[in-house]
């Protein structure tokens, strides 16, 4: 994938609610096929990172490109939108939806498509992530862990033409927040296995050390609007950088305090 446009570049991205600045002229480039984990403390602006490059929500200054193209539109506004996926951090799901019509959804809106044919791709895609014969249930039918994997299926989901860019960009959400150490190791298993399978780029955010070492290659830690610290998950492991150490030690002192943002 040389020559091709970077998946994300964006130039002194900010994003403020009222008074609060949460992204301050943040320069962050992620080459196709990278994978990224952002890390940094509850309310640092993580999710709103991805919502942004997610087209949910619109930056107050600064520029965004994916896939080297300008985003200047809320995603559904966008004639040609790039193939952005973000798996969000509960499964959310609609709950009126049976788990085949949740899945298919993206397809469903291309008219070109058979019924038939979005079947048999949604029934491929939940068998990629272990889930057999629960196409009609509703997803309140289903267990928690069960629904996280149907969210990772609708983000597997991909028809050669719908996109000009058949990699996408592939979002995480604290993908693994809240599970036991053997649930994350599946759902870490899950995320690989999905951008392999779609030749992605990924973003990861996550507070869980083994998602993060397992699923990415660098690491940027975000604090107070600004990215302080990126670098390879070897040097993550091993910097003393009062930031990442803080982090990573889940020390109280440090130079990230509660009151700051
Ligand atoms: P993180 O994912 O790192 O925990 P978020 O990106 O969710 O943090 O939020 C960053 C900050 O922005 C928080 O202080 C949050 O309260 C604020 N925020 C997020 N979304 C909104 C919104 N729609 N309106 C007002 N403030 C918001
Ligand atoms: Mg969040």
């Known amino acids: 994938m040389k020559n091709s446009k970077p998946a994300v570049e964006t130039n002194n991205l900010s994003i403020s609610w009222g008074e609060l600045n949460v992204l301050n002229k943040i320069n962050l480039k992620l080459k196709e096929g990278e994978k990224l984990a952002i890390v940094g403390p509850s309310g640092s602006g993580k999710s709103t990172i991805l919502k942004i490059l997610a087209g949910l929500i619109l930056p107050t200054e600064g520029e965004l490109s994916i896939f080297g193209e300008k985003q200047t539109y809320l995603r559904l506004d966008q004639n040609n939108p790039p193939d952005v996926r973000l798996v969000f951090q509960n499964p959310a799901l609609l709950g009126s939806l049976t788990i085949e019509e949740n899945v298919g959804f993206i397809l469903q809106r291309n008219k070109k498509l058979s019924k038939k044919f979005i079947k048999e791709i949604v029934r491929e895609c939940l068998e990629e992530v272990g889930l057999f014969n629960i ?127």
């Open 135 to 261: 196409e009609k249930k509703l997803p309140n039918e289903l267990s928690g862990g069960m629904q996280k994997r149907v969210s990772f299926a609708r983000a597997l989901i991909t028809e050669k033409n719908l996109y000009k860019n058949n990699h996408p960009l592939l979002l995480f959400d604290e993908p693994t927040a809240g599970l036991d150490p053997i649930a994350s190791s599946r759902i870490e298993d899950l995320i690989n296995k999905t951008n392999n399978k779609v030749k992605g780029s990924s973003i990861v955010v996550s507070h869980v050390l083994s998602t993060i070492e397992r699923t990415s290659d660098k690491v940027i830690m975000l604090y107070g609007g600004k990215f302080r610290w990126a670098g390879s998950i070897d040097e993550f492991k091993r910097s003393n950088d009062p930031y990442v150490f803080q982090f990573r030690n889940g020390k109280l002192d440090g130079p990230m305090q509660p009151k700051e943002i």
